[in-house]
């Protein structure tokens, strides 16, 4: 049984920082591509950045400049990392990766439970 747990979300300032965190847990053989989503209040879940296994990434408009995604193969964890925090950035936050469990031959898409992040103004 595969799982993705984030953490690291919380109340911030307008202007402030946060890191998040998201492991990939369980039978795992390989994961592909690892990012972040985040839906607000009544609008539909968006993406905010995503990374390949290979390095390469891809950031919403949005966040370009403000965000940065990364990861660590060895840990089966993907960060973001959220600077100048805008009161529009809060959202429910989800970890999200294609992910190869022991016995399986394809990926599976798989989404974490959610991590509340909120910037007061």
């Known amino acids: 049984q595969v799982q993705l747990v984030e953490s690291g979300g919380g109340l911030v300032q307008d202007g402030g920082s946060l890191r998040l965190s998201c492991l990939a847990s369980?039978?795992?053989?390989?994961?592909?591509?690892m990012g972040w989503y985040r839906q607000a209040p009544g609008k539909q879940r968006e993406l905010v950045a995503t990374?390949?296994?290979?390095?390469?990434?891809n950031y919403a408009d949005s966040v370009k400049g403000r965000f940065t995604i990364s990861r660590d193969n060895a840990k089966k964890t993907v960060y973001l990392q959220m600077n100048s925090l805008k009161p529009e950035d809060t959202a429910v936050y989800y970890c999200?990766?294609?992910?190869?469990?022991?016995?399986?031959?394809?990926?599976?898409?798989?989404w974490g439970q959610g991590t509340q992040v909120t910037v007061s103004s």
């Open positions: 999200n990766a294609d992910i190869r469990p022991i016995g399986g031959t394809v990926y599976v898409n798989c």
């Open positions: 369980g039978s795992i053989v390989s994961i592909a591509a």
């Open positions: 990374m390949t296994s290979g390095g390469s990434t």
